[in-house]
Structures are given as structure tokens and as C-alpha cells.
């Protein structure tokens, strides 16, 4: 007998069967994986900021709301009497008495527009720190000044056109105002007295004025109303608004007021139509500027100036 036939085969394998604990670690192992993969899941949700709803434009979905509105405008008007205190201040230093702040033409008017330039730097710094504190976001782009979407037509074509508007519309509301605004000395015209105030207030008004008013206006105050009530509504009250904030300077001279707020709506409504502050800059920077140059012209380069009473 050969040994390969006296050896005795091996018993064959005996299948494995599932027994309870393995079949509990497998259900654990697989509610593990599941779990995992829920989690996974969950983080890209939370990662995916969720699209704004259709009905809400881009240029209108803006971070802060009528709270932040609010504030800003309590702070403002504290902030126009501190800037007037610490400008009092300053200029006693200087030697200026307060009866010359108040009965010195000029003075007044220097007083005025340093007062003015302040307070369009604590705005525009105020909304800044805001944007990039308190939001977290770049701070132009946020408040509205986004590039301007000239389509087919070339740029400068199409800048051309926003700087033409400001002219027409400037030569518009000076004819108007000539032909039925009032003939009484309006508050404003005190600025114009002397050469230094006059000149101070034109630059102010062609290379400051248009960029923190157009910020704040049509950059902080329009996006909240028009996203609350439309675009409509924000059009209308976002201008009315600038019209009769600049009333102080024009009272008594109601037309004039008046045709300031269809420059307000004007201006609002090239925002919202091309979706961005730089629209309606451009309009406002011509206008002021356009009026400017009338002034200039008029007063054969401020030579020739109104008398105070």
C-alpha cells in the first residue's frame, strides 16, 4: 500500500456561518461608513452658501439692513455736531472768535466747508470699517461701485454718454431754475462771497461730493429700500431723499428743491439700471461739474463776485 493511500485525507472545510457578534460588527461598520458619508455631506451643505432668491438682483443683496440704516443716520447727525464742536475748537486755537464765526462772511464759509469735507471723511470711514469689520467684505465692491457693463458699445463710448447725460441734465435744471426758481438770495449763495471759500466749495463739489454722496445714497441706503418695497419705490425715495437733504442750502427757493429731487431720481434710476454706483457717479460728477464751470464763467474765474448783504 503506497503511503499516498494509507494517509488519510483532510477533513473538508466547514462553512463559515454568520454568527451574532460578527454580524453585529458589520452593521456597525456599515452605519459607520453611512454615517461618515452623511456627515461628508453635510459639511459640502454647509459649505455651499445657498443661492439668493431669484427676485433679488446681485447688486441688491447687501449685508446690512433698516437696523444698520438706523444707526448710521443717529450717528451722522451726532457726528455733524461733534465735527462742528471740534471745528469751533480748532479755529479758536487759530485765534477765531465766535462773533467772527458768525458775523465774518468769510470765515463762515471756511468754517462750512471744512466742517463739510470732515464729514464726508467720517462717513465714507465709518462704512468702511462697517464693510470690513462687521461684514467681512471688500468695501467698494460691496457698497455698489462694480464695474460698468458697457455691452457692445465701447467703453469710452459708453462713459462718454453717463458724462453727456450729467451735462444736459446740469443745463436742464439751470434753465428751469433761472425761468421759475426763486429770485431770493438763497442760503447756499453765502458760500460765494469771497474767492477762497467759492473755490474751496466748487472743488469740493466736483471731486468729493459726488463720490461719498453717490456711496451713501445710492450705495448704503438704495439697495435696502429697493430690496424692502422694489426698485421702484427705492428709486423714488432714495432720490427724494437727496433732494431734501440738500434743502438747508436752497430754503426758501422751493423749485430749486424740487428739481434737486428729480436729480435725485435721475441719479437712482441710472444705478438701478446699470446695477452699479459708478452710473450714476458719472452723472453726478458732470453735473457738479458742469455747474461749476457756469460759475466760473459767470464770475469771469471769480473775479466777480456776489456781494454779502
Known sequence: M???ENSTPPPPESPRYATADSTEQASIGSTARHDETSNQEAILVREIPAPAGPLVPEDLRAPWGWLDLLIFAILAVAGAFAISLLVTIVFAAFGVKLAQLRNSPSIEGLFAVVSQALMFLALLAYLAVQMRVRFGVPFWHAIGWRPLDTGRAPRALAYFGFVAGGFVLSLVVQILSAEFGSKAKLPMEELFQDRRTAL????????????????????????????????????????????LLHAPQLWGGWVEIALLVLVGVVLSYARAAKHTVFASYLIHASYNLSIALAFLIGSHGLRVLTPGP
Not at 454722496?213 to 427724494?240: D, K
Request: aromatic share 12%; no cysteine; hydrophobic share 55%.
Open 2 to 4: 503506497s503511503l499516498d
Open 200 to 243: 474751496l466749495v466748487l472743488l469740493l463739489a466736483v471731486f468729493v461730493a459726488p463720490v461719498v454722496e453717490e456711496t451713501v445714497f445710492r450705495g448704503y441706503i438704495y439697495p435696502v429700500i429697493a430690496r424692502s418695497f422694489g426698485v421702484s419705490a427705492g428709486i423714488i425715495a432714495t432720490g427724494t431723499l437727496f433732494g
